[in-house]
């Protein structure tokens, strides 16, 4: 029962994983666009005047929750846990088969990148709980005698996540754009630079790097802030998602890596749409070769349009004088990411769930050797999902929607924060339009891919 | 207390119209058990060229898919169902083997040497 290794080129344009969604149909599409036009409108007209969310809200955690989180042991678990998947990661990736039943490519693309949203919505900043790049980090500085924590400088505050944005978009060019993007060597190659990467980060700037440039910490942490945990000062408590989201550090960089992550869940739906498909397979593109150089150039488009049309939805309104019109993209950031998650739940459900089951599989047969170390090697992936397709549909429209009226009610909070008494309902407008825009094209995409 | 009852008319008002939408295809397909007609695909390959070059194709589950293929050389079809499914092709005109998908999707059929992708069929 040995599935056939499918050969070289075969994967061209092809990720990993079989069938994909069926779009979502019209009326549904339609349905999620009003009803999000319906719902901004009224939060504006209706929603509080005086702001809601800051740093006091929140109750303290259970006691016992409290110990046994800030425990030694709990951290060492944890780290550990990452440690073992680390040592897993690159024993598949120097000693694995070339091939895609190899598990890297699902831990790659799949188990690292989507799963980590659902457990750090969950369980709070998970990545930066087992980041095996800041163990290995503390271990070196152990061996030389010196503390994690500090670097040879400080971290510069003007760098803030661009490192983050950068390392986020060498990932979905990887994934979206590269040829050969599920070959071992190349997936291979990723994993080292990113790892050499962090390392020399961290001895550079200390800890403070994987906290502000780590990719998969940054995106972890940034969803992680739509969960119920939150801390005020060391405390740990437990706080309605969107007083955490408000509570969001404002960094030079964050409205880029909010960009990438939209940009590139659009673009890798519209990559899929039949005018796409047959543009790039068209004559034009074919006769002079252009496929790559399109792919980027999409990736890109995709990527700086929300940047742009963020940036300039958040800065057409009237300021008070305390205010800079150039802070405000970065004030209103957050209000982006439950759109984000929402897009992201709604375009990756099935491949989490089915490509994800499938890697747990592979995993097994690490050597892709008829091997069966963790017993789940003739386990069968359930299809649930795309089995009814109708369901799938409605959760990815409410998904959507959801995210998008999260997205609305914190930006509405800032606003009233930030904006002066007589600019405060029209300052709000080109930014809802924007949003409006965002989930739109959401949907669209969903229902023309 | 505003916050929760707007998300819930939104939660309400959507899957309502979800319900007024399409049925689910498992459920027709669980119901009947007429034999479905076999959808035939006609593929050409010309150099570097196939036709279609990127279409969608409509199909049902269960539905019994035949291409019959047109070339200058031979060649691989690969179909990214799941399972996948692999049809070698030679020049001249050959009917490849009738095969059946049994989820609901989107599945493309690849052309293996020219790395494009010939249909995307859209199983319902």
């Given amino acids: ?449 | 207390m505003r916050h929760a009852l707007v998300v819930l008319a939104l939660v309400v008002s959507v899957t309502g119209l979800a319900g007024c939408g399409d049925d689910d295809s498992s459920a027709a397909s669980g119901g009947s058990d007429k034999e479905l007609p076999t959808k035939t695909i006609d593929v050409t390959f010309e150099g570097d060229d196939v036709t279609p070059n990127g279409d969608r194709v409509e199909v049902e589950v269960g539905q019994p898919i035949e291409f019959v293929v047109k070339a200058d050389t031979e060649g691989e079809i690969h179909v990214h169902s799941d399972p996948e499914h692999e049809f070698e092709y030679g020049a001249g005109t050959t009917t490849l083997t009738p095969f059946t998908i049994d989820k609901p999707g989107i599945v493309e059929v690849e052309s293996h040497q020219l790395e494009k992708t010939i249909v995307q069929l859209e199983v319902k």
């Fill in chain 1, 1 to 449: 029962m040995d599935p056939v290794s499918p050969s070289w080129g075969e994967l061209f344009a092809h990720g990993i994983g079989g069938q994909k969604d069926l779009p979502i149909p019209l009326e549904l599409t339609i349905a999620g666009a009003v009803a999000a036009l319906t719902v901004s409108f009224t939060v504006l007209a209706i929603a509080w005047r005086t702001p809601r969310y800051d740093e006091t809200n929140g109750r303290p955690a259970p006691p016992r929750l409290v110990t046994l989180v800030g425990s030694r042991p709990w951290f060492y678990a944890l780290r550990t846990l990452g440690m073992l998947a680390f040592a897993y990661t690159a024993m598949v990736a120097v000693a694995g088969e070339d091939s895609l039943i190899n598990p890297l490519f699902g831990i790659f693309y799949v188990l690292l990148w989507v799963g980590f949203v659902p457990v750090s919505l969950l369980f709070g900043p998970a990545y930066k709980a087992i980041s095996p790049v800041r163990t290995i980090n503390a271990g070196f500085a152990r061996l030389t005698g010196s503390d994690p924590e500090r670097g040879v400088f400080e971290y510069p505050a003007w760098l803030g996540h661009w490192p983050a944005a950068i390392g986020l978009y060498a990932f979905v060019w990887m994934e979206l754009v590269y040829p050969f993007a599920t070959e071992l060597g190349p997936v291979r190659l990723w994993l080292a630079i990113y790892v050499a990467a962090m390392l020399v980060g961290g001895t550079l700037f200390g800890n403070r790097f994987y906290e502000m440039g780590d990719p998969f910490e940054v995106f972890s942490t940034l969803v992680a802030r739509m969960s119920i945990w939150g801390r005020r000062g060391d405390e740990l408590v437990i706080r309605s998602p969107l007083a955490n989201l408000a509570n969001t550090p404002v960094r030079p960089g964050l409205v880029a890596v909010v960009a990438v992550l939209f940009g590139s869940t659009a673009f890798d739906s519209f990559k899929d749409s039949i005018r796409w498909v047959k543009f790039i397979q068209g004559d034009y593109v074919q006769d002079h070769d252009l496929g790559l150089l399109f792919g980027n150039l999409g990736l890109l488009s995709f990527v700086l349009m929300v940047a742009v049309v963020f940036t300039v939805g958040t800065m057409l309104t009237g300021v008070g004088p305390e205010m800079r019109r150039r802070d405000l993209p970065g004030q209103f950031a957050h209000s982006i990411v439950p759109i984000v998650i929402g897009y992201v739940i709604a375009h990756y459900l099935t491949y989490l769930l089915e490509v994800g089951q499938q890697t747990i599989i592979y995993m097994s047969d690490p050597f892709s050797n008829g091997s069966n170390w963790f017993g789940t090697a003739n386990w069968t992936v359930s299809y649930y999902f795309s089995l009814h397709p109708s369901l799938l549909a409605v959760i990815k429209v409410l998904a959507v929607v959801t995210g998008h009226v999260v997205g609305v009610i914190a930006a509405h909070d800032r606003a009233i924060q930030l904006l002066p008494k007589k600019h405060q309902l029209t300052g709000q407008l080109p930014l809802l339009v924007v949003m409006i825009c965002f989930t739109a094209g959401g949907l669209y995409l969903l229902f023309a891919a």
